[in-house]
């Protein structure tokens, strides 16, 4: 039988269009948010990172959310480009520890 | 593109083989951990290294072991490898242990047979 593992969620849009990709964390005492994108064949690349002190941060093009009553994390991608077109995860870690646990991903697909 | 270099890019062995894989850190950077991705799968710790030592590990057997050396470049070693093993191996370079921002190099795929 297929394995569950293998399908990424996935998210279609149009180029121009806004993107949100969503996230769920585990851990209750994670303290430090980052996104990173991955290409294929290629390592996760740093997008954007936030503490739980803050709710949002603003990047170029990018924002990234935080929830902390409902251990949510999403990224929201203005004038989404083919560009764009990677693996989003999420990961989590407790401040002033370099071990960062990830979330499954989710696929962008941005079509011209 | 980050200062992180990997090697072999790709590697091919046998179940009971054993390999090592090599990861040059960023310039500046001296701690550096590894992490195994299975196909559709986020990143997984596997161990960190800083000033040569073990610096914590996660839920991965005895058989993954790795080395940091004097200019913080590091191995992971696999033995006994199995078929579960296949997997992309990435390795991230940060300075020191408590930096949670970490640079990632582009992984080993390694597939065992």
């Known amino acids: 039988g297929e394995s569950v593992g293998l399908h990424l969620p996935t998210l279609s849009v149009q180029e121009g269009d806004n993107s949100i990709i969503n996230c769920a964390y585990s851990n209750s005492a994670s303290d430090y948010f980052i996104w990173y994108k991955q290409e294929s064949g290629k390592g996760p690349q740093f997008i954007i990172d936030i503490r739980s002190n803050m709710d949002k941060r603003q990047g170029q093009r990018v924002t990234v959310l935080l929830n902390k009553t409902v251990k949510h994390l999403s990224l929201q991608i203005a004038a989404t480009q083919p560009g764009d077109s990677a693996v989003y995860f999420c990961?989590?870690?407790?401040?002033?520890?370099?071990?960062?646990?990830f979330g499954k991903g989710t696929m962008l697909l941005v079509s011209p | 593109e980050t200062g992180v270099t990997q090697s072999p890019t790709h590697l091919i062995k046998t179940r009971g083989q054993q390999v090592t894989l090599r990861c040059s850190s960023q310039?500046?950077?001296?701690?550096v951990s590894w992490y195994q991705q299975a196909l559709g799968q986020g990143p997984q710790f596997i161990f960190q290294y800083y000033r040569e030592e073990e610096n914590g590990r996660g839920n991965f057997p005895p058989r993954f072991s790795g080395l940091q050396f004097p200019n913080y470049s590091s191995e992971l070693n696999v033995n006994a490898l199995e078929l579960d093993d296949s997997a992309l191996y990435l390795c991230?370079?940060?300075?020191?242990?408590?930096?949670?921002?970490?640079?990632f190099g582009s992984g080993t795929q390694l597939s065992v047979l």
């Open positions: 310039s500046g950077h001296n701690t």
């Open positions: 991230a370079s940060s300075w020191g242990t408590a930096n949670e921002k970490l640079f």
């Open positions: 990961a989590e870690a407790l401040s002033g520890y370099s071990t960062l646990t």
